[in-house]
């Protein structure tokens, strides 16, 4: 038997976490309720950076509250910029050809929200995956035999096989062979 070595790229580490961020924006006006809360445009892209992987992002959180007790309303929108730094273990040994590829596991979600003063606290959970891939090499086990060739048969479809017995059957066929 031989053997060949094929290059090809391959997921060298992987791994998830969750991150959980508290924040807080200042409004004009005093709360009385919140409303709703929205996380949006979130946007993010990982580096490596001394044998750590950094990923860059940013969101917007749109809060809906009222205020005045509870006679008026307003949104207000603030985007945060963060930088979270995870430690990954390569599976095999590092090279610098590395390409990081992060995805988002569970979208940035406002999962707590209070009222204080005129102050608007929030917390956001969101999950990211990374993937480490580089060019790896694969050993396989190459035959040298060749394949036996598969026999080709042709398919007959009934459609062609009912049309060609209507075109050759003729149906005088008795009264023409009468004596």
Known sequence: MAYREIVTKAVIAKGKKNFTTEDSIQVNNNPSTILGCWVINHNFQGRKENGQIIIDGSYDVNIWYSYDNDTKTEVVKQTNNYSEIIKMRARDEESNNEEIIVRS???????????????????????????????????????????????????????????????????????????
Do not use: R, T
Not at 142 to 166: G, L
């Open 105 to 179: 596991l569970k979208q940035p979600n406002c999962v707590k929200v209070d009222i204080k003063g005129n102050m608007i606290k929030y917390v956001v959970e969101k999950e990211l995956g990374i993937e480490l891939v580089d060019d790896v090499k694969v050993k396989v086990e190459a035959n040298n035999e060749e394949d036996p060739w598969d026999e080709i048969v042709e398919e007959v479809k009934e459609e062609e096989v009912a049309e060609k017995i209507n075109e050759e059957v003729k149906e005088d066929y008795i009264n023409e062979n009468v004596i």
